[in-house]
């Protein structure tokens, strides 16, 4: 089973970069928006580092120097080029990764044919496997960030509808008292389990009687919250939210341009208008908040959402949704040794919890404990808005 389910994830990272060009590979307009061969290459790195090396006699490196150019952050594992560097590595060649992943999933391909029965071994293969998950939807949201600012705004074919149709639920009313949150058991289904770390600690919270939003906030209404003035009234935002505004020009959510009048977006199928029934998407916690403030109302916490998602369909999975709770850890949360150890714990700072999951979420990578997180001025993922019911 993990050999099949291997050589699937490894074969859907290949198949998002399909229909790039040689030279779309290699771009880093942004220190957020990783070059896709950065990318391709580091996962390949994780397998090989971290399986291969230590547990496959004999094993031999494919280069002794791409431990320090595809290492991301493991301070465990030694030195690396810095984040900011990674668009200037013309070499290693393109064709070279590929060389390089072709190496390791044939060594990979063997080893696992083995099929390892070591608990903690079995855990680290598939860590590795939700790992690649991870970056493939960065794959998606970074070759978007680099075409979305070529000023030619091409067109290129990824296998996920963007502006998915935003289905109309019913609002969801979390009665008052505790509630139970974190990680207890895979999800109906699941061919292989999986949780992180910074989901455990099961514990319980009190939650007010609140009520959720059914639908996500489309690009309609919020279109009325930019006709509104929203972008030029101070009293919708935060401090950090009007300063990060005024200091980046933003005057609507990423992607987003006025055309003739018409406010357009960009999409891997070109710009297109900007369809007011889908759902809003690329905009920061900052926009998100300010948003649910011209509402009269708040975004959910973490808890609220996840309370809520196990007690009624939310129709999750079309956007990382925006909470305002602080990504910290659980009760009782405990940093693994190693390099594994620096997988969650040390982002636990200055960052914002988003639940749900994306289009560009791979299918099975997400579910009702899953704490993603970012800094909240952060747009290029698919991030969208549920509120509070005012």
Not at 184 to 194: E, L, T, V, Y
Not at 274 to 283: E, F, I, M, N, R
Not at 289 to 303: K, S, Y
Not at 359 to 366: E, F, I, L, N
Request: glycine share 8%.
């Amino acid at each position: 089973m993990l050999l099949t389910a291997f050589q699937s994830v490894r074969n859907h990272s290949i198949a998002l970069c399909a229909n790039l060009e040689t030279e779309d590979y290699v771009v880093q307009p942004t220190l957020d928006a990783s070059p896709a061969k950065w990318h391709l290459a580091h996962i390949t790195w994780f397998w090989e580092t971290f399986v291969l090396v230590p547990y496959m006699a004999g094993y031999q490196v494919f280069h002794d120097d791409f431990s320090y150019v595809f290492n991301s952050y493991y301070e465990t594992v030694g030195k690396r080029v810095l984040r900011t560097q990674r668009g200037n590595l013309s070499r290693p060649t393109v064709a070279e990764i590929y060389r390089y992943r072709t190496y390791v999933d044939e060594h990979m391909a063997r080893f696992l044919a083995t099929d390892p029965t070591d608990a903690d071994l079995r855990d680290l293969i598939i860590l590795g496997l939700n790992h690649e998950q991870q970056h493939q939807e960065l794959l998606v949201t970074d070759i978007k960030y680099t075409l979305g600012h070529n000023p030619l705004l091409p067109s290129l074919g990824i296998p996920i509808i963007e502006y998915p149709a935003n289905p109309v639920s019913a609002p969801i009313t979390l009665p008052e008292g505790i509630y139970e949150i974190g990680y207890r058991g895979g999800m109906p289904g699941d061919a292989i389990p999986f949780h992180f770390d910074n989901e455990l600690g099961v514990h319980k919270v009190y939650l007010a009687e609140t009520t959720l939003a059914g639908q996500l906030i489309t690009n309609g209404e919020y279109l009325e919250f930019m006709a509104a003035g929203g972008y030029r009234h101070f009293g919708h935002w935060l401090a950090d939210g009007w300063a990060w505004v005024n200091a980046n020009a933003v005057q609507a959510p990423l992607y987003w341009h006025n055309v003739d009048g018409q406010w357009h977006y960009y999409t891997f199928g070109g710009l297109v208008p900007v369809d007011p029934a889908a759902p809003v998407s690329h905009v920061s916690q900052y926009e998100a908040d300010a948003f649910a403030r011209w509402r009269g109302t708040r975004l959910p916490t973490e808890f609220e959402w996840e309370a809520a998602a196990h007690l009624a369909p939310l129709n999750w999975g079309q956007r990382w949704e925006w909470t305002n709770s602080a990504y910290l850890p659980y009760p009782g949360f405990v940093t693994a040794g190693g390099a594994v150890g620096e997988y969650n714990g040390k982002f636990m700072s200055n960052q914002l919890v988003l639940r749900g999951g994306s289009v560009a979420t791979p299918a099975g990578h997400s579910r009702p404990t899953y704490r993603n997180f970012f800094q909240p001025d952060k747009q290029w993922q698919f991030t969208g808005i549920r509120l509070i019911q005012a």
